[in-house]
């Protein structure tokens, strides 16, 4: 599908970021999660296409955020290895990325390989543990967000999906300030699952956090294209 894959994020944490082709996610059982079909199992296709994606990258920014439709544990290794080449040929410093946090014991050997530092998002949804794993069924056995914080500098949270209350949003984000160096909220926006939006709790975020917009560590994506990847330059929908 033809995607937009490569941005220049100019706001908060200015980068280049690139949205990969990867293998079928290994959870790939969340309920709210349509993601997967932008997924393949065609290891030369994806290698090639990936490539064509890293070819924008001109390191002007210094600093690298990638991402696909997966865990960036599910890339081909020769994407991985050319990702490396671009990162030392172009002086990249930084680089964001994210996974599951069944990766956890997975995340030093990226930091060696690469060798800079590497801010890795987990991908949270909620530390309320009854709701991010029996109702968003996210498979993400911990039970606090210390534990979360022993392996990752970032989280990715979500607001405003159906199910969700105040006092879990209000917790959630608590626990962001409270235990991590950057965070990415993610307003829940419909897709082909049958979890709608509920747009009133995204009324009441959107006021009583409002103050967020200006910490520069946490970004607030109010619709999933907002960093400038992800939209569909020709055909249907992205999932
Ligand atoms: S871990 Fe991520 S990609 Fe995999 S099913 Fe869950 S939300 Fe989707």
Redesign the pocket.
């Known amino acids: 599908m033809e995607l937009q894959r490569y941005s220049k994020v100019t706001g908060k944490n200015p980068r280049e970021m690139v949205l990969l082709r990867a293998y079928p ?6 309920a ?5 079909m932008d997924n393949c199992e065609n290891t030369e296709e994806m290698v090639l296409e990936n490539h064509k994606i890293l070819q924008n990258i001109t390191g002007d920014l210094g600093v690298l955020d990638v991402i696909d ?3 960036c544990f599910e890339l081909p290794e020769q994407t991985v290895a050319e990702l490396r080449s671009i990162v030392q040929e172009k002086n990249i410093s930084k680089m964001f990325t994210e996974c ?1 946090y069944m990766y956890r014991k997975w995340l030093q050997k990226w930091r060696e390989f690469f060798g800079i530092p590497i801010v890795f998002r987990c ?1 949270v ?1 909620s530390f309320d543990n009854a709701f991010r794993n029996n109702v968003l069924k ?2 993400a056995d911990f039970t606090s967000p210390q534990q979360v914080a022993e392996y990752f500098e970032a989280v990715c949270l979500m607001v405003g999906i159906q199910g969700q209350t105040k006092e879990m949003i209000r917790r959630d984000i608590e626990a962001l300030e409270q235990y991590f160096s950057y965070g990415c909220v993610n307003i829940y926006t419909p897709n082909t699952t049958p979890f709608q939006a509920d747009e009133k709790l995204i009324e009441w975020f959107r006021e009583e956090y409002a103050y967020l917009e200006n910490n520069p560590q946490i970004e607030i994506l109010w619709h999933n294209e907002d960093l400038g990847v992800g939209a569909v330059l020709e055909g249907g929908g992205r999932q």
């Open positions: 996610c290994k959870w790939g059982k969340c709210f999660c349509d993601y997967t439709s997966a865990s599951h991908g949804e996210k498979g």
